[in-house]
């Protein structure tokens, strides 16, 4: 059974802080790694993807990979408001159906 | 361009009753699934259809549950007989070839009365 945790949260962060957001798997032959952000009443949206150990960084967010720990992250540079919602964290291995974790819930107070 | 579209946006049947959930999925992608949210709860893996081979159909909760893909494009859905415990979001997705992100529709919100 290929198992994603989160935290489910909430992980409260105040304005303009770093936002780490966790997520471990199980499954050693996972390659490829994505990170989806999800508002209340909407559909998820890609942030992220990333398939190599260290960091990937794009604008405010910044992916990390370390397949050695099975773990991944991602973290949130001068958190704003507008980035509260649920994250989800989903990993794919050989099989191409992904599995997703149950998401952590980020809320960004002024 | 365009992302995944799905329709419609909101259904609301009775127990009993048939229902069918479309997605269109961006042009040029050959994969697509359909997943189900229920309120507050994480995403259940439905179906998985792959180019013209055959769908992995091992998400599927029951029989009353089916899903057809025409012309490697368009997908439909189907509920038979719907019962309460249906009720949910359902989402759909699609990738690529060359990379395999998901990309997923707006959802269809089912309420069975």
Same mark, same amino acid.
């Given at each position: 059974?290929?198992?994603?945790?989160q935290n489910?949260g909430?992980?409260?962060?105040?304005?303009?802080?770093?936002?780490?957001?966790?997520?471990?798997y199980?499954?050693?032959?996972?390659?490829?790694?994505?990170w989806?952000?999800?508002?209340?009443?909407?559909?998820?949206?890609?942030?992220?993807?990333?398939?190599?150990?260290?960091?990937?960084?794009?604008g405010?967010f910044?992916?990390q990979?370390?397949?050695?720990?099975?773990?991944v992250?991602?973290?949130?540079?001068?958190?704003?408001?507008?980035?509260?919602?649920?994250?989800?964290?989903?990993?794919?291995g050989?099989?191409?159906?992904p599995?997703?974790?149950?998401g952590?819930s980020?809320?960004?107070?002024? | 361009?365009a992302?995944?579209?799905?329709?419609?946006s909101?259904?609301?049947?009775?127990k009993?009753k048939?229902v069918?959930l479309?997605? /269109?999925?961006?042009?040029?992608? =050959?994969a697509?699934?359909?997943?189900?949210?229920?309120?507050?709860q994480?995403?259940e893996?439905?179906?998985?259809?792959?180019?013209?081979?055959?769908?992995?159909?091992?998400?599927?909760p029951? /029989?009353?549950?089916?899903?057809?893909? =025409?012309?490697?494009?368009?997908?439909?859905? =189907?509920?038979?007989?719907?019962?309460q415990?249906?009720s949910?979001?359902?989402?759909?997705?699609?990738?690529?070839?060359?990379?395999?992100?998901?990309?997923?529709?707006?959802?269809?919100?089912? =309420?069975?009365?």
């Open positions: 059974q290929k198992e994603v945790e489910s909430p992980l409260s962060v105040p304005e303009g802080a770093i936002a780490s957001l966790n997520c471990t199980s499954d050693r032959g996972s390659q490829s790694f994505f989806y952000r999800q508002y209340s009443g909407k559909s998820p949206e890609l942030i992220m993807s990333i398939y190599s150990n260290g960091d990937k960084e794009d405010r910044t992916a990979l370390n397949k050695a720990s099975q773990y992250s991602l973290l949130i540079r001068d958190s704003q408001p507008s980035d509260s919602a649920t994250y989800l964290c989903a990993v794919k050989g099989s191409y159906i599995t997703f974790g149950r952590t980020l809320i960004v107070h002024p | 361009g992302g995944v579209s799905q329709s419609p909101n259904k609301v049947t009775e009993g048939d069918e479309r997605c /269109d999925p961006i042009s040029g992608h =050959t697509l699934y359909w997943y189900r949210q229920s309120l507050g994480g995403l893996f439905l179906i998985y259809f792959q180019g013209n081979s055959a769908p992995d159909k091992s998400g599927l029951s /029989d009353r549950f089916s899903a057809e893909r =025409t012309g490697g494009s368009v997908s439909t859905l =189907t509920i038979q007989r719907t019962q415990e249906d949910a979001v359902y989402l759909c997705a699609s990738s690529g070839i060359a990379r395999d992100e998901q990309f997923f529709g707006p959802g269809t919100r089912l =309420t069975v009365l």
